[in-house]
Protein backbone atom coordinates (compact mmCIF):
# COMPACT_ATOMS: atom_id res chain seq x y z
CA UNK A 1 0.00 0.00 0.00
CA UNK A 2 1.23 3.58 -0.75
CA UNK A 3 -0.47 5.54 2.39
CA UNK A 4 -1.35 5.29 5.85
CA UNK A 5 -3.41 2.28 5.87
CA UNK A 6 -0.04 0.03 5.64
CA UNK A 7 0.39 0.36 9.08
CA UNK A 8 -3.19 -0.64 10.12
CA UNK A 9 -2.26 -3.96 7.83
CA UNK A 10 0.79 -5.10 9.54
CA UNK A 11 -0.90 -4.33 12.84
CA UNK A 12 -3.71 -7.08 12.45
CA UNK A 13 -1.89 -9.73 10.76
CA UNK A 14 0.60 -9.48 13.96
CA UNK A 15 -1.83 -9.30 15.92
CA UNK A 16 -4.53 -10.80 14.63
CA UNK A 17 -4.73 -13.35 17.29
CA UNK A 18 -4.42 -11.37 20.51
CA UNK A 19 -7.25 -8.92 19.15
CA UNK A 20 -10.01 -11.97 18.92
CA UNK A 21 -9.15 -13.25 22.20
CA UNK A 22 -10.01 -10.13 24.17
CA UNK A 23 -13.26 -10.02 21.87
CA UNK A 24 -16.14 -12.10 21.40
CA UNK A 25 -17.41 -15.12 18.57
CA UNK A 26 -19.95 -12.86 16.43
CA UNK A 27 -17.55 -9.91 16.20
CA UNK A 28 -14.39 -12.44 15.59
CA UNK A 29 -16.41 -13.51 13.03
CA UNK A 30 -16.63 -10.51 10.60
CA UNK A 31 -13.15 -9.55 11.06
CA UNK A 32 -11.46 -11.16 8.40
CA UNK A 33 -13.45 -10.04 5.35
CA UNK A 34 -13.56 -6.51 6.93
CA UNK A 35 -9.80 -6.59 6.85
CA UNK A 36 -10.00 -8.14 3.15
CA UNK A 37 -12.43 -5.03 2.33
CA UNK A 38 -10.01 -2.68 4.01
CA UNK A 39 -6.28 -3.78 2.25
CA UNK A 40 -7.91 -3.92 -1.07
CA UNK A 41 -9.54 -0.72 -0.96
CA UNK A 42 -7.07 1.48 1.93
CA UNK A 43 -8.28 4.88 3.07
CA UNK A 44 -10.16 7.10 0.16
CA UNK A 45 -8.31 10.15 -0.97
CA UNK A 46 -9.89 13.32 -0.75
CA UNK A 47 -10.97 12.84 -4.53
CA UNK A 48 -13.77 10.35 -3.41
CA UNK A 49 -16.64 12.38 -3.42
CA UNK A 50 -18.06 11.61 0.32
CA UNK A 51 -14.02 12.72 1.53
CA UNK A 52 -13.68 15.35 -0.15
CA UNK A 53 -13.52 17.63 2.52
CA UNK A 54 -11.94 15.61 5.25
CA UNK A 55 -8.01 14.04 4.42
CA UNK A 56 -8.04 10.19 6.07
CA UNK A 57 -4.77 9.92 5.23
CA UNK A 58 -3.58 12.87 7.23
CA UNK A 59 -5.56 11.88 10.43
CA UNK A 60 -4.59 8.10 9.98
CA UNK A 61 -0.73 8.52 9.11
CA UNK A 62 0.63 9.20 12.65
CA UNK A 63 1.72 6.35 14.68
CA UNK A 64 -0.54 5.53 17.23
CA UNK A 65 -0.84 3.20 20.17
CA UNK A 66 -3.95 0.46 20.27
CA UNK A 67 -4.74 -1.13 24.00
CA UNK A 68 -5.16 -4.94 21.95
CA UNK A 69 -4.03 -6.40 24.95
CA UNK A 70 -6.76 -4.96 27.47
CA UNK A 71 -4.35 -3.06 29.67
CA UNK A 72 -6.15 -1.97 32.79
CA UNK A 73 -6.94 2.35 32.35
CA UNK A 74 -7.32 3.39 36.02
CA UNK A 75 -9.81 5.55 35.96
CA UNK A 76 -13.19 5.60 38.07
CA UNK A 77 -15.64 7.55 36.55
CA UNK A 78 -17.94 7.53 39.25
CA UNK A 79 -15.60 10.12 40.71
CA UNK A 80 -13.97 11.75 38.05
CA UNK A 81 -17.42 12.53 36.33
CA UNK A 82 -19.40 14.92 36.82
CA UNK A 83 -21.67 16.19 34.30
CA UNK A 84 -23.20 19.58 34.46
CA UNK A 85 -26.95 18.39 32.77
CA UNK A 86 -28.92 18.96 36.35
CA UNK A 87 -32.49 16.73 36.44
CA UNK A 88 -31.60 15.02 33.60
CA UNK A 89 -32.80 11.82 35.17
CA UNK A 90 -30.91 9.31 32.85
CA UNK A 91 -29.77 5.86 33.35
CA UNK A 92 -26.03 6.70 33.59
CA UNK A 93 -23.12 4.13 31.70
CA UNK A 94 -19.44 4.35 30.64
CA UNK A 95 -17.22 3.17 28.12
CA UNK A 96 -13.67 3.80 28.47
CA UNK A 97 -11.74 3.99 25.27
CA UNK A 98 -13.56 1.35 23.63
CA UNK A 99 -14.57 -1.18 26.46
CA UNK A 100 -17.84 -1.00 28.55
CA UNK A 101 -17.15 -0.17 32.28
CA UNK A 102 -18.43 -3.05 34.25
CA UNK A 103 -19.39 -1.91 37.76
CA UNK A 104 -21.54 -3.38 40.85
CA UNK A 105 -23.00 0.17 41.06
CA UNK A 106 -26.63 0.14 41.67
CA UNK A 107 -28.27 1.24 38.19
CA UNK A 108 -32.07 2.85 37.82
CA UNK A 109 -34.38 0.18 37.17
CA UNK A 110 -34.88 -0.41 33.68
CA UNK A 111 -37.91 -2.43 32.02
CA UNK A 112 -38.11 -5.94 32.08
CA UNK A 113 -36.20 -7.51 28.67
CA UNK A 114 -34.32 -3.96 28.24
CA UNK A 115 -30.83 -4.60 27.86
CA UNK A 116 -27.67 -2.59 28.26
CA UNK A 117 -24.41 -3.86 28.71
CA UNK A 118 -21.10 -4.95 26.82
CA UNK A 119 -21.19 -5.46 23.16
CA UNK A 120 -19.06 -8.55 23.05
CA UNK A 121 -21.13 -10.23 25.62
CA UNK A 122 -24.62 -9.59 24.09
CA UNK A 123 -24.34 -8.94 20.34
CA UNK A 124 -25.95 -11.39 18.19
CA UNK A 125 -25.12 -12.16 14.36
CA UNK A 126 -28.49 -11.62 13.69
CA UNK A 127 -27.76 -7.89 13.48
CA UNK A 128 -23.83 -7.18 14.31
CA UNK A 129 -22.14 -5.66 11.26
CA UNK A 130 -25.30 -5.80 9.51
CA UNK A 131 -25.64 -2.73 8.11
CA UNK A 132 -21.91 -1.41 8.48
CA UNK A 133 -20.62 -3.98 6.52
CA UNK A 134 -22.30 -3.44 3.15
CA UNK A 135 -21.28 0.25 3.70
CA UNK A 136 -18.59 -0.16 1.50
CA UNK A 137 -16.61 3.00 3.79
CA UNK A 138 -12.57 2.05 4.73
CA UNK A 139 -12.75 3.57 8.24
CA UNK A 140 -15.96 1.45 9.30
CA UNK A 141 -14.00 -1.78 7.92
CA UNK A 142 -10.86 -0.99 9.87
CA UNK A 143 -13.12 -0.51 13.01
CA UNK A 144 -14.68 -3.88 12.43
CA UNK A 145 -11.69 -5.57 12.10
CA UNK A 146 -9.86 -3.79 15.37
CA UNK A 147 -13.03 -3.19 17.68
CA UNK A 148 -12.97 -5.35 20.77
CA UNK A 149 -15.84 -4.16 22.50
CA UNK A 150 -18.83 -1.57 22.86
CA UNK A 151 -21.92 -1.06 23.76
CA UNK A 152 -25.01 -3.14 22.86
CA UNK A 153 -28.46 -1.81 23.58
CA UNK A 154 -31.86 -4.02 22.98
CA UNK A 155 -35.09 -3.00 23.65
CA UNK A 156 -38.22 -5.90 23.31
CA UNK A 157 -40.90 -5.45 22.14
CA UNK A 158 -43.62 -2.49 22.45
CA UNK A 159 -41.53 -1.74 25.57
CA UNK A 160 -40.98 2.04 26.12
CA UNK A 161 -38.17 3.21 28.49
CA UNK A 162 -39.15 6.03 29.64
CA UNK A 163 -36.05 7.42 31.44
CA UNK A 164 -33.21 8.42 29.07
CA UNK A 165 -30.01 6.36 28.62
CA UNK A 166 -26.80 8.66 29.11
CA UNK A 167 -23.60 7.43 28.02
CA UNK A 168 -19.91 8.77 28.84
CA UNK A 169 -17.48 8.13 26.20
CA UNK A 170 -14.31 8.54 27.97
CA UNK A 171 -10.85 8.69 26.13
CA UNK A 172 -8.08 7.80 28.89
CA UNK A 173 -4.25 6.81 27.46
CA UNK A 174 -2.85 5.96 30.84
CA UNK A 175 -2.33 1.86 31.45
CA UNK A 176 -2.23 1.13 34.98
CA UNK A 177 1.30 0.72 36.16
CA UNK A 178 2.55 1.67 32.81
CA UNK A 179 6.58 1.92 32.07
CA UNK A 180 5.72 5.48 30.26
CA UNK A 181 2.52 7.24 29.45
CA UNK A 182 1.01 6.81 25.94
CA UNK A 183 1.25 9.66 23.94
CA UNK A 184 -0.35 8.69 21.21
CA UNK A 185 -3.90 6.25 21.37
CA UNK A 186 -6.28 4.99 19.18
CA UNK A 187 -9.64 3.80 20.21
CA UNK A 188 -12.16 1.52 18.27
CA UNK A 189 -15.79 1.92 19.52
CA UNK A 190 -18.28 -0.26 18.02
CA UNK A 191 -22.12 0.43 19.35
CA UNK A 192 -25.61 -2.06 18.18
CA UNK A 193 -28.73 -0.37 19.11
CA UNK A 194 -31.59 -2.89 18.51
CA UNK A 195 -35.24 -1.70 19.02
CA UNK A 196 -38.39 -4.01 18.37
CA UNK A 197 -41.71 -3.11 16.89
CA UNK A 198 -43.16 -0.43 19.19
CA UNK A 199 -40.15 -0.28 21.03
CA UNK A 200 -39.11 3.03 22.55
CA UNK A 201 -36.36 4.91 23.98
CA UNK A 202 -33.63 8.35 23.85
CA UNK A 203 -30.28 8.26 24.26
CA UNK A 204 -27.48 10.41 25.12
CA UNK A 205 -23.76 9.71 23.98
CA UNK A 206 -21.63 12.64 25.82
CA UNK A 207 -17.77 12.27 24.01
CA UNK A 208 -15.01 13.12 26.81
CA UNK A 209 -11.10 13.13 27.12
CA UNK A 210 -9.52 12.60 30.08
CA UNK A 211 -5.94 13.20 29.25
CA UNK A 212 -4.03 15.79 27.36
CA UNK A 213 -2.82 13.54 24.91
CA UNK A 214 -3.74 12.62 21.50
CA UNK A 215 -6.52 10.51 20.41
CA UNK A 216 -7.59 9.30 17.67
CA UNK A 217 -11.52 7.85 17.81
CA UNK A 218 -12.87 5.30 15.32
CA UNK A 219 -16.71 5.06 16.10
CA UNK A 220 -19.43 2.77 14.57
CA UNK A 221 -23.08 2.82 15.58
CA UNK A 222 -25.70 0.55 13.76
CA UNK A 223 -29.03 1.28 15.03
CA UNK A 224 -32.26 -0.90 13.91
CA UNK A 225 -35.77 0.68 14.02
CA UNK A 226 -38.33 -1.98 13.81
CA UNK A 227 -42.09 -1.28 13.07
CA UNK A 228 -43.97 1.81 15.10
CA UNK A 229 -40.60 1.85 17.44
CA UNK A 230 -39.07 5.42 18.13
CA UNK A 231 -35.65 6.30 18.71
CA UNK A 232 -34.06 9.70 19.84
CA UNK A 233 -29.98 9.77 19.19
CA UNK A 234 -28.54 12.99 21.01
CA UNK A 235 -24.28 12.91 20.06
CA UNK A 236 -22.94 15.61 22.21
CA UNK A 237 -19.26 16.18 21.83
CA UNK A 238 -16.90 18.01 24.30
CA UNK A 239 -13.18 16.97 23.66
CA UNK A 240 -10.23 18.71 23.15
CA UNK A 241 -7.97 20.13 20.39
CA UNK A 242 -5.75 17.04 20.38
CA UNK A 243 -8.70 14.92 19.94
CA UNK A 244 -9.85 13.46 16.29
CA UNK A 245 -12.85 11.60 15.73
CA UNK A 246 -14.20 9.78 12.56
CA UNK A 247 -17.74 8.89 13.38
CA UNK A 248 -20.05 6.51 11.54
CA UNK A 249 -23.77 5.84 12.03
CA UNK A 250 -25.87 3.84 10.22
CA UNK A 251 -29.90 3.91 10.64
CA UNK A 252 -32.37 1.20 9.28
CA UNK A 253 -36.06 2.30 9.45
CA UNK A 254 -39.22 0.28 9.05
CA UNK A 255 -42.46 1.10 8.81
CA UNK A 256 -44.03 3.72 10.83
CA UNK A 257 -40.97 4.51 12.92
CA UNK A 258 -39.28 7.52 13.76
CA UNK A 259 -35.69 8.65 14.72
CA UNK A 260 -34.47 11.72 15.82
CA UNK A 261 -30.42 12.22 15.40
CA UNK A 262 -28.66 15.56 16.81
CA UNK A 263 -25.05 15.68 16.53
CA UNK A 264 -23.67 18.84 18.74
CA UNK A 265 -19.95 19.92 18.55
CA UNK A 266 -18.98 22.29 21.56
CA UNK A 267 -15.22 21.40 21.23
CA UNK A 268 -13.17 19.29 19.43
CA UNK A 269 -9.95 19.28 17.23
CA UNK A 270 -11.41 17.31 14.36
CA UNK A 271 -14.23 15.89 13.69
CA UNK A 272 -15.49 13.81 10.95
CA UNK A 273 -19.50 12.52 11.19
CA UNK A 274 -21.17 10.59 8.79
CA UNK A 275 -25.07 9.43 9.21
CA UNK A 276 -26.08 7.02 6.32
CA UNK A 277 -30.08 6.64 7.20
CA UNK A 278 -32.39 4.22 5.08
CA UNK A 279 -36.38 4.01 5.17
CA UNK A 280 -37.17 0.83 4.58
CA UNK A 281 -40.83 0.55 5.30
CA UNK A 282 -43.02 2.77 4.66
CA UNK A 283 -44.85 5.75 6.49
CA UNK A 284 -41.29 6.22 8.28
CA UNK A 285 -39.93 9.22 9.34
CA UNK A 286 -36.71 11.30 10.35
CA UNK A 287 -35.84 14.68 11.78
CA UNK A 288 -31.42 14.69 11.46
CA UNK A 289 -30.11 18.15 13.22
CA UNK A 290 -26.87 19.21 13.83
CA UNK A 291 -24.84 22.35 15.17
CA UNK A 292 -21.75 23.17 15.05
CA UNK A 293 -19.37 25.75 17.04
CA UNK A 294 -15.63 25.67 15.95
CA UNK A 295 -13.00 28.34 16.17
CA UNK A 296 -9.16 28.24 16.56
CA UNK A 297 -7.95 25.61 13.95
CA UNK A 298 -10.80 23.01 14.39
CA UNK A 299 -12.57 21.10 11.67
CA UNK A 300 -15.80 19.80 11.85
CA UNK A 301 -17.47 17.77 8.76
CA UNK A 302 -20.45 16.25 8.48
CA UNK A 303 -21.77 14.09 5.88
CA UNK A 304 -25.27 12.90 5.53
CA UNK A 305 -26.83 10.40 3.02
CA UNK A 306 -30.72 9.29 3.20
CA UNK A 307 -32.12 6.83 1.20
CA UNK A 308 -35.82 6.46 0.60
CA UNK A 309 -36.20 3.14 -0.90
CA UNK A 310 -40.22 2.86 0.18
CA UNK A 311 -43.37 5.24 -0.31
CA UNK A 312 -44.54 7.82 2.05
CA UNK A 313 -41.81 8.83 4.46
CA UNK A 314 -40.39 11.76 5.42
CA UNK A 315 -36.93 13.59 6.53
CA UNK A 316 -35.66 16.71 7.81
CA UNK A 317 -32.22 17.81 8.09
CA UNK A 318 -31.05 20.99 9.57
CA UNK A 319 -27.46 21.62 10.21
CA UNK A 320 -26.20 25.28 11.25
CA UNK A 321 -22.47 26.15 11.72
CA UNK A 322 -20.74 28.96 13.55
CA UNK A 323 -17.15 29.63 12.63
CA UNK A 324 -14.50 31.68 14.13
CA UNK A 325 -10.92 32.56 13.70
CA UNK A 326 -9.63 29.91 11.19
CA UNK A 327 -12.46 26.98 11.50
CA UNK A 328 -13.06 25.08 8.87
CA UNK A 329 -16.50 23.05 8.55
CA UNK A 330 -18.19 21.46 6.00
CA UNK A 331 -21.69 19.77 5.28
CA UNK A 332 -22.44 17.53 2.83
CA UNK A 333 -26.29 16.03 2.51
CA UNK A 334 -27.36 13.59 -0.14
CA UNK A 335 -30.67 12.49 -0.14
CA UNK A 336 -32.06 9.64 -2.38
CA UNK A 337 -35.03 9.06 -3.39
CA UNK A 338 -35.08 5.49 -5.34
CA UNK A 339 -37.57 3.90 -8.05
CA UNK A 340 -40.78 3.87 -7.22
CA UNK A 341 -40.40 5.89 -3.71
CA UNK A 342 -43.98 8.04 -4.36
CA UNK A 343 -44.99 10.80 -1.70
CA UNK A 344 -41.54 10.90 -0.46
CA UNK A 345 -41.26 14.68 1.57
CA UNK A 346 -37.72 15.63 1.61
CA UNK A 347 -36.32 19.31 3.15
CA UNK A 348 -32.68 19.72 3.78
CA UNK A 349 -31.12 22.84 5.10
CA UNK A 350 -27.67 24.03 5.71
CA UNK A 351 -26.96 27.10 7.21
CA UNK A 352 -23.66 28.66 8.86
CA UNK A 353 -21.89 31.94 9.92
CA UNK A 354 -18.39 32.71 9.25
CA UNK A 355 -17.26 35.24 11.83
CA UNK A 356 -14.01 36.00 10.33
CA UNK A 357 -12.73 36.41 6.60
CA UNK A 358 -9.93 33.34 7.42
CA UNK A 359 -13.14 30.58 8.50
CA UNK A 360 -14.01 28.44 5.80
CA UNK A 361 -17.50 26.91 4.98
CA UNK A 362 -18.00 24.13 2.36
CA UNK A 363 -21.56 23.35 1.88
CA UNK A 364 -22.91 20.86 -1.00
CA UNK A 365 -26.58 19.77 -0.21
CA UNK A 366 -27.75 17.51 -3.03
CA UNK A 367 -30.94 15.90 -4.31
CA UNK A 368 -31.16 12.51 -6.46
CA UNK A 369 -34.63 11.39 -7.25
CA UNK A 370 -35.96 8.60 -9.22
CA UNK A 371 -39.96 9.22 -8.29
CA UNK A 372 -42.09 12.02 -10.00
CA UNK A 373 -44.35 12.23 -7.41
CA UNK A 374 -42.38 13.72 -4.27
CA UNK A 375 -42.10 16.88 -2.49
CA UNK A 376 -38.03 18.02 -1.98
CA UNK A 377 -36.37 21.16 -1.64
CA UNK A 378 -32.57 21.73 -0.48
CA UNK A 379 -30.96 24.99 0.58
CA UNK A 380 -28.05 26.17 2.44
CA UNK A 381 -26.48 29.98 2.85
CA UNK A 382 -23.13 30.87 4.16
CA UNK A 383 -22.92 34.62 5.85
CA UNK A 384 -22.05 36.45 8.34
CA UNK A 385 -23.87 38.69 11.20
CA UNK A 386 -26.66 40.77 10.15
CA UNK A 387 -25.01 44.59 10.01
CA UNK A 388 -28.20 46.08 10.43
CA UNK A 389 -28.96 43.99 13.61
CA UNK A 390 -25.76 44.91 15.28
CA UNK A 391 -26.83 48.56 14.46
CA UNK A 392 -29.75 48.44 15.87
CA UNK A 393 -28.70 46.28 18.86
CA UNK A 394 -25.97 49.17 19.27
CA UNK A 395 -28.02 52.00 19.19
CA UNK A 396 -30.30 50.81 22.38
CA UNK A 397 -26.76 50.62 24.39
CA UNK A 398 -25.75 47.01 23.74
CA UNK A 399 -22.12 46.54 23.27
CA UNK A 400 -20.91 45.02 19.75
CA UNK A 401 -19.68 41.62 21.69
CA UNK A 402 -22.75 41.50 23.36
CA UNK A 403 -24.74 42.00 20.15
CA UNK A 404 -22.72 39.23 18.52
CA UNK A 405 -23.41 36.85 21.06
CA UNK A 406 -27.12 36.92 21.19
CA UNK A 407 -27.43 36.81 17.74
CA UNK A 408 -25.08 33.38 17.50
CA UNK A 409 -27.23 32.36 20.19
CA UNK A 410 -30.26 33.28 18.45
CA UNK A 411 -28.77 31.52 15.28
CA UNK A 412 -27.45 28.10 16.84
CA UNK A 413 -30.58 27.65 18.99
CA UNK A 414 -33.00 27.13 16.36
CA UNK A 415 -30.95 23.20 16.43
CA UNK A 416 -31.37 23.00 20.17
CA UNK A 417 -34.81 24.09 20.46
CA UNK A 418 -35.62 20.75 18.46
CA UNK A 419 -34.48 18.58 20.90
CA UNK A 420 -37.29 16.28 22.86
CA UNK A 421 -35.14 16.13 25.96
CA UNK A 422 -36.13 19.10 27.72
CA UNK A 423 -33.14 19.27 30.62
CA UNK A 424 -30.34 18.38 28.02
CA UNK A 425 -31.83 21.05 25.94
CA UNK A 426 -32.12 23.79 28.61
CA UNK A 427 -28.72 22.89 29.77
CA UNK A 428 -27.13 23.25 26.17
CA UNK A 429 -28.75 26.92 25.73
CA UNK A 430 -26.44 27.62 28.71
CA UNK A 431 -23.72 25.50 27.88
CA UNK A 432 -23.43 27.26 23.60
CA UNK A 433 -24.14 30.95 25.43
CA UNK A 434 -20.41 29.90 27.94
CA UNK A 435 -19.05 28.37 24.45
CA UNK A 436 -19.77 32.12 22.76
CA UNK A 437 -18.37 34.03 25.65
CA UNK A 438 -15.06 31.35 25.28
CA UNK A 439 -16.03 30.49 29.44
CA UNK A 440 -16.19 26.56 28.27
CA UNK A 441 -13.27 24.49 27.80
CA UNK A 442 -14.63 21.43 28.56
CA UNK A 443 -17.82 19.92 30.62
CA UNK A 444 -18.23 22.31 33.48
CA UNK A 445 -18.57 19.93 36.21
CA UNK A 446 -16.38 17.58 34.70
CA UNK A 447 -12.96 16.73 36.68
CA UNK A 448 -11.26 14.39 34.48
CA UNK A 449 -8.87 16.69 32.54
CA UNK A 450 -8.05 19.12 36.04
Do not use: W
Not at 6 to 27: K, P, T, W
Request: aromatic share 8%; hydrophobic share 35%.
Amino acid sequence: MMGSEQQYIDLYRQCREMICQHSSDVMNAVRDEAFDHFANAGFPSRKVERYKYTDLQKLFAPDYGVNLNRLTIPVDPYQAFRCDVPNLSTSLYFVVNDAFYQDDKPKAHLPEGVVVGSLKDFATSDYYNRLAGKSGDSVTHLNTMLAQDGLYVYVPKHVKVDRAIQVINILKATPQNAQRQVPDLMVNRRVLIVLEEGAEIKMLFCDHAADDRNFLATQVIEAFVGDNASLDLYCLEETHAKNVRVSNVYIDQQANSRVTHNVITLHNGTTRNMLDLTFSGEGAECHCCGCVIADKHQHVDNNTLITHRVPHCTSNELYKYVLDDEATGAFAGRVLVEHGAQKTVSQMTNQNLTATKEARMYTQPMLEIYADDVKCAHGSTVGQLNDAALFYMRQRGITLQEAKLLLQNAFINEVIDKMQLEPLRDRLHYLVEKRFRGELNKCEGCRLCK
